[in-house]
């Protein structure tokens, strides 16, 4: 299967994976028959986006400063619009700062 038509067999896979966490694990069910590496790549960057996201409302609940919980949503909201535009693009392109780190978690999930 060449590029054009591995990733027009995984665009759908890697839309609903930035859609919700449950989206996310939707599709990793989804490509478990087929192993598309387009729908693969952009599932290791949702999941890693919907982790941070619950990771980082752990951390900000504690502080009472909006300016401080304004600044991680817009951080998580400009990764998760990042990764969900590639997707809808075909594009490979990995989310700033913790892009890589995801890809290399998430190694043996898709």
């Excluded at 890693?48 to 752990?58: D, E, P, R």
């Excluded at 075909?90 to 892009?99: A, M, S």
């Amino acid at each position: 299967m060449n590029t054009s038509e591995e990733i027009s067999a995984g665009k759908s896979n890697a839309i609903v994976a930035y859609l919700t966490i449950i989206g996310c694990i939707i599709a990793i069910f989804m490509n478990m028959d087929s192993r598309n590496k387009f729908a693969g790549f952009h599932i290791k960057q949702a999941l890693g986006i919907h982790i941070l996201y619950f990771l980082l409302v752990a951390l900000v609940s504690g502080f009472d400063n909006w300016l401080i919980s304004f600044a991680f949503w817009i951080f998580v909201f400009v990764l998760w619009v990042y990764g969900f535009v590639g997707a809808l693009q075909g594009r490979k392109t990995i989310v700033p700062l913790v892009g890589e780190y995801f890809q290399k978690w998430f190694d043996k999930l898709a």
